[in-house]
């Protein structure tokens, strides 16, 4: 198991490339199953969850190759069901669901866990299946789902945290191969839905609407292969950018988009972050002080859960009371308590983090949870006095490519340890 090794106090500078998008990427990937023929996606991030869901389309019967950031697939001949265990382990997963059930009319989709963020239901992906016509059974841990037909109809697909993206997903690329037409009403606003609503056009889909709430789609009889090249991943980019910002550094994100970014820049530039937005990307620095905030996360356009963590972090170094509060994942302030560690002062009030600043966090050993809390405590530890040892960062190349080489061109210390 490895571990980052950080010496904080280095103020972040330089430029770095933001990476493919792991969560545009990992839909896409699963809309290659709906062609017979041979799809290229460019831009991919050397991910383990990207080359886990590549082994999943392989156990699908596709293949599948991924070299430098290209990966090729060819689903010619496809079967309704992957393996277990794999699909089980990765969330991220269940987007397969819809593109099986469109191509084979028969789909077997191991059933995902919860995980430390809550419980992800699932409820809204089954409900689209079934208003597509699907019939559906969980049975020993599978979702399994039969239709003769699909028929496009419509469907509302907002839960009590607002809308889903992947379910979103999945009803899209189900309904590209409906006879008729659907409509998604309290669709996923998120740029990650309309990068899969481009590709799926490029393959000849017919779909109005991505990127607002009622995405609406025209069935077609069969889908071709396509090329595509996956958006810039808005979530490296919002860390990067915190990341600049808390270590009081100057840094270009060069391939950022501003327009993704636009909940992120905004409550950084009120709490006194210089961001510049430039041709190719966007420039973040910082030398005065931080002023407090309060963040609450939301569906796009609003503030992005998945940046939750890192702002937290943030917040330590403003001079005051700051208030984050957490709407669409019930536990997602594991973070938390590995900050106490460092000498934050943070209180959890139901979904709200209290956050009392500033605070001259010092360096521990701590251990990453998930994804994006590791992304803070790793932000932490390059803020802390002497060293942090962030542990278990497997959860970090789950979604960053190679964070430590891109944190060390911006001169930060981070060794990767074999620990
Ligand atoms: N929800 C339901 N029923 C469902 C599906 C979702 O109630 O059937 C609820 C969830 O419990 C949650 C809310 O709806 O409260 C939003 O969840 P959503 O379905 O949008 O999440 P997701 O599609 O499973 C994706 C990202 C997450 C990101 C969320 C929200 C991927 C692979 N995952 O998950 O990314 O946090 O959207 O933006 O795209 C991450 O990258 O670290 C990560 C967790």
């Known amino acids: 198991m490895h571990s980052f090794l950080i010496k904080g106090g280095v103020p972040l500078q330089?430029?770095?490339?933001?990476?493919?998008?792991?969560?545009?990427?990992?839909?896409?990937?699963?809309?290659?199953?709906?062609?017979?023929?041979?799809?290229?996606?460019?831009?991919?991030?050397?991910?383990?969850?990207?080359?886990?869901?590549?082994?999943?389309?392989?156990?699908?019967?596709?293949?599948?190759?991924?070299?430098?950031?290209?990966?090729?697939?060819?689903?010619?001949?496809?079967?309704?069901?992957?393996?277990?265990?794999?699909?089980?382990?990765?969330?991220?997963s269940i987007c397969i669901l819809g593109p099986l059930l469109a191509r084979l009319r028969e789909a077997e989709v191991s059933f995902p866990g919860g995980c430390v963020i809550g419980s992800r239901p699932i409820d809204l992906h089954l409900k689209a299946m079934r208003a597509l016509?699907?019939?559906?059974?969980?049975?020993?841990?599978?979702?399994?789902?039969?239709?003769?037909?699909?028929?496009?109809?419509?469907?509302?697909?907002?839960?009590?945290?607002?809308?889903?993206?992947?379910?979103?997903?999945?009803?899209?690329?189900?309904?590209?191969?409906?006879?008729?037409?659907?409509?998604?009403?309290?669709?996923?606003?998120?740029?990650?839905?309309?990068?899969?609503?481009?590709?799926?056009?490029?393959?000849?889909?017919?779909?109005?609407?991505?990127?607002?709430?009622?995405?609406?789609?025209?069935?077609?009889?069969?889908?071709?292969?396509?090329?595509?090249?996956?958006?810039?991943?808005?979530?490296?980019?919002?860390?990067?950018?915190?990341?600049?910002?808390?270590?009081?550094?100057?840094?270009?994100?060069?391939?950022?988009?501003?327009?993704?970014?636009?909940?992120?820049?905004?409550?950084?530039?009120a709490i006194g972050v210089n961001v510049q937005r430039n041709a190719d990307g966007l420039t973040v620095s910082r030398s005065g002080a931080l002023?407090?905030?309060?963040?609450?996360?939301?569906?796009?356009?609003?503030?992005?859960?998945?940046?939750?963590?890192?702002?937290?972090?943030?917040?330590?170094?403003?001079?005051?009371?700051?208030i984050v509060t957490e709407r669409i994942f019930e536990s997602r302030f594991m973070h938390v308590s590995e900050l106490l560690r460092l000498g934050a002062d943070i209180t959890i009030e139901g979904p709200t983090a209290v956050v009392k600043g500033k605070t001259r966090l010092s360096g521990a050993p701590i251990m990453a949870s998930d994804l994006r809390a590791s992304a803070a405590l790793v932000i932490a530890g390059l803020i802390a006095r002497g060293e942090t040892l962030v542990k278990r960062i497997y959860h970090l190349d789950r979604g960053y490519e190679r964070l430590d080489h891109k944190l060390r061109k911006l001169g930060a210390h981070v060794q990767r340890l074999r620990k």
Do not use: W
């Not at 792991?22 to 839909?27: G, I, R, T």
């Not at 999943?56 to 190759?65: E, F, M």
């Not at 990341?243 to 993704?260: E, K, Q, S, W």
């Open 133 to 269: 016509g699907a019939r559906l059974m969980v049975e020993e841990g599978y979702v399994r789902a039969k239709a003769r037909r699909l028929v496009g109809t419509e469907m509302f697909l907002g839960g009590k945290a607002g809308p889903t993206v992947l379910g979103t997903a999945n009803a899209m690329m189900a309904a590209t191969l409906a006879e008729g037409v659907t409509v998604i009403e309290s669709a996923a606003c998120e740029p990650e839905v309309t990068d899969l609503a481009d590709f799926l056009t490029a393959m000849g889909a017919r779909i109005q609407g991505a990127g607002g709430p009622t995405i609406t789609i025209t069935g077609v009889k069969e889908l071709h292969g396509a090329e595509h090249e996956v958006i810039p991943d808005r979530i490296e980019a919002a860390t990067f950018a915190i990341a600049a910002a808390a270590t009081r550094g100057h840094v270009t994100l060069r391939n950022a988009r501003p327009t993704h970014l636009s909940a992120v820049l905004d409550k950084l530039e």
């Open 14 to 92: 330089g430029e770095v490339e933001i990476s493919g998008a792991k969560n545009a990427v990992l839909p896409i990937l699963a809309a290659t199953l709906l062609t017979r023929e041979k799809c290229v996606i460019r831009g991919v991030p050397n991910l383990s969850d990207v080359v886990f869901m590549g082994r999943i389309l392989t156990s699908l019967g596709a293949k599948v190759r991924f070299r430098g950031d290209v990966m090729t697939v060819e689903a010619d001949r496809v079967k309704g069901h992957g393996d277990y265990e794999l699909v089980r382990k990765m969330r991220g």
């Open 291 to 322: 002023a407090t905030t309060d963040v609450t996360t939301q569906p796009h356009p609003g503030y992005p859960t998945d940046a939750q963590a890192q702002m937290t972090v943030l917040m330590t170094q403003a001079e005051g009371v700051s």
